[in-house]
C-alpha cells in the first residue's frame, strides 16, 4: 500500500504559562513521500473568536497537505481555554513563534521554504512575528486594516511597513474591515515584493452570502489555488 498523507496531534509548548496551560495543541499535517519535492512548510493561525477548527482554517490546512506541503494549524491560547478575549499581543506573537519550531524539530525533514500566515487576528500575528522569522513569504487572509467600516480610523499598516519577505493579501471584496481602495493605498508604500487577490462576495472570514451563489468549499478551493500558485512563484524566483 502507498504512502498517505498524515495527521499528526502535536502540543507546543508555552514560554509562560497561559490561563493555566503549559502547551497548546496543533495539528500537523505530513504529505506522502515528505520530504521530497520543493519541501515547503506552512503555519497558519487562526482569527479572534475562532480556533485551529475554524473551517476556513481546516479546510486549507487539508488541502495544502494534499498538495504536499506541510502544513501546522494551532491553537492561540485564548482560544485553547476558550476564552472570548484574544491574549495579549507578545503572547500572540510567542505562541506563534512557538508553533514556528514544530516544523523543524527534526532536522532532516525540516522544509527549505517557510510561509507562515493566518486569518484575521491570526494575519495580524503572523505579520508582527514575520520581523523575528526567516520567512520564504507571509500571507495574510481577512487581514483587518483599520476600523469596521471606517478606513481612516485606527488603521493597523505599520506591521506590513517592516515586512521584507514577500508578501501577498488574500482579501474579501465584502470585508468591512479592510476597503480595498484603503488597501491598495496602503500597500503603495509597503517596500516588500507584495500581491493581492480578492474573493468575490467573501468577508473577512471568508463567507459569502447565500445569494452570491457561492459555496465554502468554493471559496477554500479559490484561496488554496491561489496560494499554492504564489508559493511556487516565490520559490521559484
Known amino acids: 500500500m502507498e504512502p498517505t498523507a498524515r495527521y499528526e496531534d502535536v502540543e507546543i509548548p508555552l514560554e509562560e504559562p497561559q490561563h493555566g496551560l503549559t502547551a497548546v495543541s496543533g495539528v500537523l499535517g505530513v504529505p506522502e513521500w515528505w520530504p521530497t519535492g520543493a ?13 485551529q477548527n475554524d473551517p476556513v482554517v481546516a479546510g486549507l490546512h487539508r488541502g495544502l497537505t494534499e498538495r504536499k506541503i506541510l502544513a501546522l494549524r494551532f491553537n492561540f491560547p485564548f482560544a485553547e481555554a476558550k476564552r472570548p478575549r484574544p ?19 527534526d532536522a532532516t525533514a525540516a522544509p527549505a521554504h517557510l510561509f507562515i500566515g493566518g486569518i484575521g487576528l491570526g494575519a495580524q500575528v503572523a ?3 514575520a520581523a523575528r522569522l526567516r520567512a520564504s513569504g507571509v500571507f495574510l487572509i481577512g487581514y483587518p486594516l483599520h476600523t469596521r467600516d471606517r478606513p481612516n480610523q485606527n488603521v493597523k499598516a505599520d506591521p506590513l511597513y517592516r515586512l521584507v519577505s514577500p508578501l501577498l493579501f488574500l ?12 488597501l491598495r493605498s496602503t500597500l503603495t508604500r509597503v517596500g516588500t515584493v507584495k500581491a493581492l487577490h480578492v474573493v468575490e462576495h467573501a468577508d473577512g472570514h471568508m463567507a459569502a452570502p447565500k445569494r452570491s451563489g457561492r459555496t465554502q468549499d468554493e ?11 504564489w508559493f511556487q512563484q516565490v520559490v521559484q524566483s
Open 171 to 182: 482579501q474579501g471584496s465584502r470585508d468591512r474591515y479592510c476597503n480595498l481602495d484603503a
Open 127 to 129: 505579520a508582527q512575528a
Open 39 to 51: 519541501r515547503i512548510g506552512v503555519v497558519i493561525a487562526h482569527a479572534g473568536g475562532r480556533d
Open 219 to 229: 471559496i477554500t478551493q479559490e484561496l488554496l489555488g491561489a496560494l499554492d500558485a
Open 87 to 105: 491574549d495579549p499581543v507578545a503572547v500572540l506573537e510567542r505562541t506563534f513563534r512557538a508553533a514556528v519550531t514544530v516544523l523543524g524539530r
